[in-house]
Nanobody, 122 residues
Framework: QVQLVESGGGLVQAGGSLRLSCAAS????????MGWFRQAPGKERAFVGYFSWSGDRTYYTVPEKGRLPISRDNAKNKVYLQMSSLKPKEQADYYCAGGVRARGTRWVASFWGRGSQVAVCS
């Protein structure tokens, strides 16, 4: 069973940047499409984007595309979410997930990290 641990969250001013990391143990990530989700207070968990297992495709929900790039380092067994120009409405718990795929109109995952909190102050 692959376990994921996120790190890098914290408090940042609006317009600032953070890079979240997701480290895996108990297995290798190279066979999985890895992604990120976020859950704002009082809202449902929302899909941010993914980086395919084959390494040749990324996908993001608008308007995150280009501003929240996802990258992965299979040699280090890690996935990253680089966040820039952060807005207060993006304050949320951010979750790393593996085995990300679409199921109808929803995005699902096979395994999850526990989340990393990102707070954005104006």
């Amino acid at each position: 069973q692959v376990q994921l641990v996120e790190s890098g969250g914290g408090l940042v001013q609006a317009g600032g940047s953070l890079r979240l990391s997701c480290a895996a143990s108990g297995g290798t990530l190279k066979h999985y499409t890895m992604g990120w989700f976020r859950q704002a207070p009082g809202k449902e968990r929302a899909f941010v984007g993914y980086f395919s297992w084959s390494g040749d495709r990324t996908y993001y929900t608008v308007p995150e595309k280009g501003r929240l790039p996802i990258s992965r380092d299979n040699a280090k067994n890690k996935v990253y979410l680089q966040m820039s120009s952060l807005k207060p409405k993006e304050q949320a718990d951010y979750y790393c997930a593996g085995g990300v795929r679409a199921r109808g109109t929803r995005w699902v995952a096979s395994f999850w990290g526990r989340g990393s909190q990102v707070a954005v102050c104006s």
